[in-house]
């Protein structure tokens, strides 16, 4: 395992879901006197560094991940992004 | 007949539920640590109320990866009894025992109160000893109560008969105001097709010792001993 990658991950409630915090912020930006938003959905953003050998191994690790733990797909989608980091470890 | 009670890093009701079965009822329970492995010996396994790990991440998604969990499934499996009250509830359905999710309140308040309750289908060892329709009252207390389904989910629970309590008022009618969280179809407690699985998010043992004022919870616990080992002692 000699390559690094950061994984940045994203996950957000189905659209069937209600959200009543993303409601009661939307009415506390409302409060603020912001009357043109609308869609105010609340969700999680996780990252993790993870050493695999390649990006395709590393991507298959966090997907599952993601179905697994970080999601609860009856109710969240998520998605993520994959970046090589330097890593220190020299082959 | 012979009770397991897993305790998670964060459950704070097992106690409650030894209460009743071991001391009320005179049922050999036991603890059992969310990292052992052999609970073959045992009848009826509950996942208590609390807050395993914190609640963090979701409520239960953590404790669905405890040790013990693989050996509920296997036991749940071979038709054996399985209660998760509460959190307990919460880690059956991250468990995938039970279908659908536990989430935020409607109102977003966490809720401690006395909530009327109707019993929906007397046709399970869980709720042998109520009538149909009857009308209960537990205590509840939580922050993610709010059953969600999938429409097509909604409606298999439905047509198979695996929705056991719903919220009501006083006088058995099942409406808004009679739901505390926004539950779907003001859904309190599901079991699976099977029957031996039992989640619900009230707390019927919080209601079994008439010391509390409470009593409705015990007619699950009689009914369960009586309809599955004929006798209650």
Same mark, same amino acid.
């Given at each position: 395992m000699t390559k690094k990658y950061l994984a940045q991950i994203y996950v957000t409630l189905r659209p069937s879901v209600l959200d009543p915090a993303g409601t009661a912020v939307q009415s506390g930006l409302a409060q603020m006197g912001y009357?043109? !938003? +609308?869609? $105010?959905r609340i969700g999680k953003y996780i990252e #993790? =560094? $993870? #050493?695999?050998? +390649?990006?395709h191994t590393a991507r298959e690790q966090i997907d599952a991940v993601c179905d697994r733990l970080l999601a609860n797909p009856v109710i969240e989608n998520y998605r993520f992004d994959l970046l090589e980091q330097p890593s220190s470890v020299v082959k | 007949m012979k009770f397991g009670v897993i305790v998670f890093p964060g459950s704070n009701? +097992?106690? +409650? !539920? !030894?209460? $009743? =079965?071991s001391g009320l009822l005179d049922q050999p329970t036991r603890r059992i640590w969310h990292?052992? =492995?052999d609970i073959s010996d045992l009848d009826v396994i509950v996942l208590p109320g609390g807050f395993s790990y914190g609640d963090y991440l979701r409520c239960g998604a953590i404790a669905r990866f405890s040790s013990v969990i693989p050996a509920v499934v296997e036991h749940a499996n071979q038709g054996k009894l399985v209660l998760g009250i509460c959190n307990g509830f919460q880690v059956l359905t991250e468990v995938g025992l039970l279908p659908g999710a536990l989430i935020r309140n409607k109102e977003l308040h966490f809720i401690c109160d006395r909530q009327f309750l109707? $019993?929906?289908n007397t046709n399970t060892p869980w709720t042998s000893a109520y009538s149909s329709g009857e009308v209960i009252n537990l205590p509840i207390a939580h922050g993610e109560g709010r059953y969600y389904a999938d429409a097509e989910t909604l409606a298999q629970l439905e047509d198979r008969g695996q929705i056991l309590f719903r919220y009501c008022t006083a006088n058995g009618e099942v409406n808004q105001t009679a739901n505390p969280n926004g539950s779907l179809n003001n859904i309190a407690?599901?079991?699976n097709p099977k029957k031996n699985v039992l989640g619900m998010m009230p707390h019927p043992e919080r209601a079994s010792d008439p010391v509390l004022g409470f009593k409705d919870g015990m007619k699950l616990f009689e009914g369960l001993l009586k309809a599955v080992v004929g006798a209650v002692s």
């Open positions: 009357h043109n !938003v +609308d869609g $105010v #993790m =560094t $993870v #050493m695999a050998d +390649d990006y | 009701c +097992d106690r +409650d !539920v !030894v209460w $009743v =079965t990292q052992e =492995t109707k $019993v929906e407690g599901i079991c």
